[in-house]
């Protein structure tokens, strides 16, 4: 027996079982790959058969891969891994090559979100010792009973399988609840996510953007320092619960264009400034500069549509970083300074007063 995984790609969590089928272009998909595998023939010198599996993941949870078995000789390099997370909304992929004469399976073992009573599993059978070829020739979702979770089997090859949530499912998230509307839009309005995201701008208020520490520490130990410090900062597009994060490029995407349609106002994710500005610090002291950006606060709702699920997000509130002409127009200056040693001193590289 001689086959192969190639691809791996996921985000779900569910049990399939696979194994090659003929070869043939690859399904049309326009999804991001969150991960690529390759695996190597042990032998040489037969004839190959390819195909690619799709696994979607329409729920309003993750899947997990909990296992992988191979029947064949496998030389695998990063093949689909036990522990691999795909999040709500995305895709899983691999690739399988098998021998025309064999019939070798591979499967590929999820669980859905946190219990271990969900399990998808996809059955294919390949080839056989006349090197004959067999396609797709089932699959089935083990549940607790309580029919949550449906699947579908589609594509040209009928090598892609969708989960979703059996019944409609509605989550409202008010401003209040901010960190949790910043996991749902941040992931499940990726680019490449299967959910459908719009953005309605509610309004738009010209402000100031948190207080970053810029330029370096001033230690004014043996004498006052009295001088002109040169800075830089460059401003991202934020929203309250994405300070070490980041938020996803989809995002960004989708609430830039939906300012630019509704208030005819064009806006980066991101503004570079850097001037220079006088500070003084006594001795003793160190002596520390921030800077607070122009910025277009921007409130509005998001609608997220995926499979039977529907998020509502109102309230939701991000900055979106105006044009400073290079030197940090429109926005404020300080300079502050305590006694060495004081623990108010920033201690890392971009201290926040949030605003």
Known sequence: MFAKIAAATAIA????????????????????????????????????????????????QPLTIVGVTIDGNWDGVNPPTAGFVVPAGSSYRF????????????????????????????????????????????????GNGDNRYTFAVGGPQSNIVTLENTAQT????????????????????????????????KSAVAGLGDERLVGTLLDAEGMPVDETMSWSHTTEMTSEW???????????????AEVKTKYQQDYSTSDKASSEYHISVDKGNVGWLTYSPPVEKVTGDFTITLGNDTWNLTDVHFDLPKNSGGVGNGGEMHAYQLPKGNPGIPSGTEFVHSR
């Open 242 to 256: 994405d300070i070490e994060a980041g938020l996803s490029v989809g995002v960004e995407g989708i609430v830039t």
């Open 13 to 60: 969590a569910a049990t399939i079982a696979l194994s090659a089928s003929a070869a043939c272009a690859a399904p049309m998909v326009h999804h991001t790959t969150h991960q690529v595998g390759t695996a190597h023939q042990v032998g040489a010198g037969h004839t190959m058969a390819s195909q690619t599996y799709w696994v979607y993941n329409a729920t309003d």
């Open 170 to 201: 509605v989550h409202n998230l008010s401003g209040e609840q901010g960190e949790a509307q910043y996991k749902a839009f941040n992931s499940l309005c990726d680019t490449g996510s299967l959910a459908s995201c719009t953005f309605d701008a």
């Open 95 to 142: 690739d399988m090559e098998d021998d025309f004469a064999w019939g070798n399976t591979a499967t590929v073992n999820f669980h859905v979100g946190s219990t271990a009573t969900y399990l998808l599993a996809i059955a294919h059978v390949d080839g056989n010792s006349e090197g004959q070829l067999h396609g797709f020739t089932g699959s089935r979702f083990d």
